[in-house]
T-cell receptor
Framework: EAGVAQSPRYKIIEKRQSVAFWCNPI?????LYWYQQILGQGPKLLIQ????????DSQLPKDRFSAERLKGVDSTLKIQPAKLEDSAVYLC????????????FGSGTQLSVL | SQQGEEDPQALSIQEGENATMNCSYK?????LQWYRQNSGRGLVHLIL?????REKHSGRLRVTLDTSKKSSSLLITASRAADTASYFC????????????FGTGTRLKVLA
C-alpha cells in the first residue's frame, strides 16, 4: 500500500514570499491532517479535513495560511506571506475514518524562511 | 496548546537495556497513542490504548494508561540501536471534535 506522499521535500524562501505544499493521502482515507512541527517540539495540528469539509482549523493562522482539499483527496497548504517563525516541518497525515484510529504520516516538507 | 508532556525530554541508554518514557496530559481523553519519529522523517504509529484499557503490548513495547493520574508510560524492552528516535504521545481529548494533540516528545538514544 502506498504511503502518504508529500512534496516538495525541502523549500527555502525569503520572508514575505509565498509557498505551497502538496499532500496525497493514502487511497480511501477520509480524514486528512496538516501538522506544523517546529524543531525540538511535537507536531501541532493546523487543520483537519473530513472528506471535503474542515473539521478543525482553530490553530491555523488564517491571515496567512490557507488550505484546501480537492474532491476529498489531495490537499494543498499555502503560506502567504511567510514569516521567519514559519520555519518548520509541515507534516501531512491521513486516517481511514478519523476517530480512534491511527494516523499515517508523510515524510514532511522542511521549510526554511530566511 | 500542548496537551501532553513527555518525561524525560532526553534519554540515553546502552543497547539491551530497557527504556521507559512517560506522558502526562491535562484533560480527559478517549484514547492515547504513541508514535516514533526517526530523524528527518514522519511519525510512525506504535500503539493505541483506549481510555478503558490499562495495559497493552506489542512486541517489545508495553504501554500503560492510568486515567486517574492522567498519565501513560511506554516501555521498550531489550532496546536496540535502531530504537534511537523521538517518541511522542498523542491524545484524543473529550472536546467535541476528534483530533489528536501531540506531546513534546522524548529523544531516545540507544548506544551500541
Amino acid at each position: 500500500e502506498a504511503g502518504v506522499a508529500q512534496s516538495p521535500r525541502y523549500k527555502i524562501i525569503e520572508k514575505r514570499q509565498s509557498v505551497a505544499f502538496w499532500c496525497n493521502p493514502i487511497s480511501g482515507h477520509a480524514t486528512l491532517y496538516w501538522y506544523q512541527q517546529i524543531l525540538g517540539q511535537g507536531p501541532k495540528l493546523l487543520i483537519q479535513f473530513q472528506n471535503n469539509g474542515v473539521v478543525d482549523d482553530s490553530q491555523l493562522p488564517k491571515d496567512r495560511f490557507s488550505a484546501e482539499r480537492l474532491k476529498g483527496v489531495d490537499s494543498t497548504l499555502k503560506i502567504q506571506p511567510a514569516k521567519l517563525e514559519d520555519s518548520a516541518v509541515y507534516l501531512c497525515a491521513s486516517s481511514l475514518g478519523g476517530y480512534r484510529e491511527k494516523l499515517f504520516f508523510g515524510s514532511g516538507t522542511q521549510l526554511s524562511v530566511l | 496548546s500542548q496537551q501532553g508532556e513527555e518525561d524525560p525530554q532526553a534519554l540515553s541508554i546502552q543497547e539491551g537495556e530497557n527504556a521507559t518514557m512517560n506522558c502526562s496530559y491535562k484533560t480527559s481523553i478517549n484514547n492515547l497513542q504513541w508514535y516514533r519519529q526517526n530523524s528527518g522523517r514522519g511519525l510512525v504509529h506504535l500503539i493505541l490504548i483506549r481510555s478503558n484499557e490499562r495495559e497493552k503490548h506489542s512486541g517489545r513495547l508495553r504501554v500503560t494508561l492510568d486515567t486517574s493520574k492522567k498519565s501513560s508510560s511506554l516501555l521498550i524492552t531489550a532496546s536496540r540501536a535502531a530504537d534511537t528516535a523521538s517518541y511522542f504521545c498523542a491524545t484524543d481529548p473529550f472536546s467535541g471534535t476528534y483530533k489528536y494533540i501531540f506531546g513534546t516528545g522524548t529523544r531516545l538514544k540507544v548506544l551500541a
